[in-house]
């Protein structure tokens, strides 16, 4: 759909040829994006304030529009462009004067919607709806339009109308379905609102407004196991909500027992062995300990039982003695127990018990115990009960210990490089993804592993070299094994990225958004080879003014990294809608800010990302410049990437003034981001990895591409 929005306006060519993808993630710009490329007005004051708002804050962007349009005030685009600038200062009013301005240079369906999407913002649906239907008078099939109407039919409490305007602007993207499953709730049509949210959750698995009001709908329709579903993932995504802790616990004694309930123990079943033998790790193969069933930041998650089943023999030793604590069959589960220290008794500690599979006690550990196969090349263990994951099977030894205050078992996978790497490739990548593709992840993959292991140590602390998590990089233990990923490692193997002879720091995330970020963009440092690339064969035109981004972040990528059946669409382009409750709720557990006035970016790189941005509060104001903190700071869970702009809908708040006359009052209601990307975007795009693949390029190739100056090496085992 958002092809009938780029082509209505002149600007689909070259993205909607060739590669569809099914969902179009792509929300229209609210910029009036659509007009026709113009010529760069030649005011040199334009000029410099649009510089501003790349490299300074918007609101000094704003007061050199200001100054521009008093030199010259005939160009639409300088008004278009300061309008975006006032109203991401958190000046809806002057965005709306300012927008009007360009809309009576420039009468177009687009501009006069980019009016409408103003106001609606500034908290004047009435005008606003007035100004989208004058839009589509003149282009009734305007997709930027029907949507910024059906939303206004929204604001005005008419539902009905909403619903036929927004269906007939968009399909299948996350926020114009997020509005359709508002809308269908405002006329109690609650099965069909959670059709819509589902939708939206479904394009892209990080709209957790979609989650949240997903699960308020089903749990007014009582479908109590539905809604669990998305509460856990909610609570997972923002631990410390004590709302969405306190929906779980209202939930929990209403769900009823199915195979999706929660407790529900994983069906027995006898572990498949391994299809392919074990690399042989001795010798100067590094070894790597995996951290398993880590949290999103890579910590060892609570547990108080581990359940083990190998397809072969395997034993239970102590490991600093070397005791056998138990011999186990091929086929046999064993219980790892974590025994609470008794609070009646003083002295009394956690322990750890090893259970049969009848519940009787069949060896007392020490602190922490290690398994191992008895035939290490062709058997594995598995894992049974792993709450985040079906159960899992890792080649190598499983070590099961005491952790945190002695109130968890940490469970830590020991294994061979390559045995790790063939874990990683195709839980990062599609394993179906072209070859050279998977080729370029196993040589990142295991020189990032060595990089962790031998030079940053960062999980030092847990016990372990990595985690199994995103935090580090995503291991699947055997699950990820397949012929083809086989092929993939054996054909690297030992092979990793060097710089100066030595294994290379080479990060990669899913998507770079269409450019990558250099090192010292995203304040990580001046590593050579972190300079930020175009993910593209053509160098890309370089973002030069507010709409130009917008117009960037309303298109699919064209490089490498576009749509395809590889790259998916919510990774490439995405929107997320963040009530400003939860989002102050959310900002004063970390910083105590008070009421949260608003949010205003002040400064960019050059690849568009955003690196600074000033949070405004009643009783403090926060910049934060850190990439992890914008991320999971703004967002119910966090954003995709800081590759985005940022439109704020207010609301009117009255305030009971002097002489008895009230004042209205704008607060941020919403925060719309439309972003580009997902991760951090420095180093290796896995996306455009896909592409470069499919292009040709061979895997040393796509190494080299994304980090220049870097060869490659043998670890020469
Ligand atoms: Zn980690
Ligand atoms: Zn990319």
Not at 407 to 428: F, K, M, P, Q
Not at 681 to 689: H, I, N, T
Request: hydrophobic share 40%; charged share 25%; aromatic share 8%.
């Amino acid at each position: 759909m958002i092809f009938s929005i780029l082509l209505a306006v002149g600007l689909g060519a070259g993205t909607a040829s060739g590669q569809s993808p099914e969902q179009a993630p792509v929300e229209a710009s609210t910029a009036g994006i659509s007009s026709p490329p113009a010529p760069m007005p030649a005011s040199p004051v334009a000029a410099k304030a649009r510089g501003l708002y790349f490299t300074g804050d918007t609101l000094k962007a704003a007061e050199a529009f200001e100054a521009a349009v008093k030199v010259s005030s005939g160009d639409w685009r300088t008004w278009a462009d300061g309008a975006i600038a006032w109203a991401e200062s958190g000046r809806p009013e002057k965005a709306v004067s300012w927008h009007r301005r360009a809309a009576i240079l420039n009468e177009r369906a687009e501009s006069r919607a980019a009016v409408g999407w103003a106001m609606l913002r500034a908290a004047e649906p009435e005008g606003a709806d007035a100004e989208f239907a004058r839009a589509l008078s003149l282009d009734p099939a305007s997709a930027f339009a029907l949507l910024g109407a059906g939303r206004a039919k929204l604001a005005l409490g008419k539902p009905k109308e909403a619903i036929d305007l927004i269906s007939r602007a968009a399909g299948g993207q996350p926020l114009s379905d997020y509005y359709l499953g508002l809308a269908y709730e405002r006329l109690g049509n609650e099965s069909a609102a959670a059709e819509a949210y589902k939708r939206a959750v479904g394009a892209d698995s990080y709209f957790y407004e979609g989650r949240g009001t997903l699960a308020r709908s089903y749990l007014r329709q009582r479908r109590y196991n539905d809604a669990w579903k998305h509460l856990v993932k909610l609570v997972e995504a923002d631990p410390g909500s004590k709302l969405a802790r306190a929906m779980l616990n209202k939930v929990r004694p209403l769900l009823t027992r199915s195979s999706d309930a929660p407790g529900t123990v994983a069906v027995e079943q006898a572990p498949a062995g391994p299809a392919y033998q074990t690399e042989p790790w001795g010798g100067r193969m590094p070894s790597l300990r995996v951290g398993v069933s880590s949290s999103p930041m890579g910590r060892p998650r609570a547990r108080r039982s581990a359940t083990i089943r190998g397809n072969g023999p395997w034993r239970a030793l102590d490991p600093a003695t070397g005791r056998v604590l138990l011999t186990a069959a091929a086929g046999e589960s064993w219980t790892l127990r974590l025994i609470p220290a008794k609070k009646s008794k003083k002295k009394s500690r956690a322990r750890l018990e090893f259970h049969s599979n009848d519940g009787q006690v069949a060896a007392v550990p020490g602190d922490a115990v290690l398994l191992k196969p008895d035939e290490p090349e062709t058997s594995a263990l598995t894992l049974v009960d792993d709450p985040e994951h079906t159960p899992r099977s890792f080649r190598g030894e499983v070590e099961l210990a005491l952790h945190g205050g002695r109130r968890t078992i940490r469970v830590v996978n020991v294994i061979g490089l390559e045995d790790y790497t063939h874990g990683v490739v195709s839980a990062e990548m599609p394993q179906r993804a072209p070859f050279e593709a998977l080729k370029a992840q196993a040589v990142v993959a295991r020189t990032h592993a060595l990089y962790i292991k031998t030079v940053t140590k960062r999980h030092r602390k847990e016990g372990y070299d990595i985690c199994d998590e995103q935090h580090c990089q995503v291991y699947g233990g055997m699950r990820a094994e397949t012929e083809r990923t086989r092929a993939v490692v054996t054909g690297t193997r030992g092979r990793v990225a060097t710089y100066d002879g030595r294994p290379a720091h080479v990060i990669y995330s899913s998507h770079c958004g269409g450019r990558t970020q250099s090192g010292t963009d995203i304040g990580w440092g001046n590593v050579p080879y972190w300079k930020g690339v175009d993910d593209s064969a053509e160098p890309l035109a370089p973002l030069a003014s507010p709409l130009d981004l917008r117009r960037f972040l309303s298109e699919w990528p064209k490089g490498f990294d576009r749509p395809s059946s590889f790259v998916y669409p919510a990774h490439a382009r995405w929107t997320r809608a963040i009530p400003a409750k939860d989002l102050e709720e959310k900002l004063n557990r970390r910083f105590k800010l008070g009421k949260l006035r608003g949010l205003r970016v002040l400064r960019r790189v050059p690849s568009g990302h955003v690196d600074s941005l000033l949070i405004t509060g009643s009783k403090r104001s926060k910049v934060l410049t850190d990439e992890m903190d914008i991320r999971s700071l703004l967002g119910v869970g966090s954003l995709r990437s800081t590759m985005f702009v940022l439109d704020t809908e207010y609301r009117k708040e009255y305030t009971a003034a002097a002489k008895g006359k009230k004042t209205a009052l704008l607060v941020p209601e919403t925060f719309v981001f439309r972003g580009g990307g997902w991760g951090h975007a420095v180093g290796l795009c896995q996306s455009g990895a896909m592409g470069r693949a499919e292009a040709g390029q061979t895997y040393e190739t796509i190494v080299k591409a994304y980090f220049k100056g870097v060869e490659l090496g043998d670890l020469g085992y």
